[in-house]
């Protein structure tokens, strides 16, 4: 997604200095229709801020990756009991830690 929302960045700021697109021709005098660009400075904006989010995502998802990873080879030889048993209260799920 990130390297999307960084194609769609550049096509926004490429059309950009676009004044005019021409969205059809007239029928009867063949002359091309023109309509005012949609690439503004706020939508280069935008999806400048759709790229910093991304990236800010990724940065997020690699620390919690870490984080997760550390944990997990520290706790891998922790011996656990889980169990789950259905009652007809709902589901009980009871897990045994020793230490």
């Known amino acids: ?26 029928p009867a005098s063949g002359a091309p ?3 005012v660009s949609g690439y503004t400075q706020r939508l280069v904006d935008v999806r400048r801020g759709h790229v910093e989010d991304w990236i800010a995502f990724i940065i997020a998802n690699h620390l919690f990756a870490g984080a997760d990873g550390y944990v997990a080879a520290h706790l891998w030889d922790l011996p656990t009991q889980i169990s789950v048993e259905r009652r007809p209260a709902g589901t009980v799920v009871a897990a045994k830690l020793r230490w």
């Open 1 to 26: 997604m990130l390297r999307e929302s960084s194609a769609d960045l550049r096509e926004a700021r490429r059309f950009q200095t676009d004044s005019l697109v021409t969205i059809g021709f007239d």
């Open 33 to 35: 229709i023109p309509a």
